[in-house]
Nanobody
Framework: QLQASGGGSVQPGGSLRLSCSAP????????VSWFRQPQRREREGVSS????????YYGDSVKGRFTISRDNAKDTIYLEMNSLKPQDTAVYYC????????????????WGQGTQVTVSS
């Protein structure tokens, strides 16, 4: 079970940093992705990072605004979200898998409980 944190409510143009960790096991050998699910909409891939941090992926709607990173010494993956827009409002989930880095959520084995991000004026 992964643990996502850092969500909250911000105004448009604001920033948040989400964190993902896995109490009880190490994420160092796993690719990790962030997904989000707005209310009454499909889950979508936001960003992914390979286990070694060398490969990253961003959804078109967040490119240039979001940055994914990982600190393997702290066993934590981060999603820095800047220039937030109302359409970024969603529950954000982190997920982990071995041997795959990408946006197909069906391939991911471990999921966190989600953290709510609300962007509103």
């Amino acid at each position: 079970q992964l643990q996502a944190s850092g969500g909250g409510s911000v105004q448009p143009g604001g920033s948040l940093r989400l964190s993902c960790s896995a109490p009880g096991f190490s994420l160092n050998d796993y690719a990790v992705s962030w997904f989000r699910q707005p209310q009454r909409r499909e889950r979508e891939g936001v960003s992914s990072i390979s286990s070694d941090g060398e490969t990253t992926y961003y959804g078109d709607s967040v490119k240039g605004r979001f940055t994914i990173s990982r600190d393997n010494a702290k066993d934590t993956i981060y999603l820095e979200m800047n220039s937030l827009k109302p359409q970024d409002t969603a529950v954000y989930y982190c997920a982990a898998v071995q041997g795959y880095t990408g946006s197909d959520y069906l391939k991911y084995d471990y999921w966190g409980q989600g953290t709510q991000v609300t962007v509103s004026s």
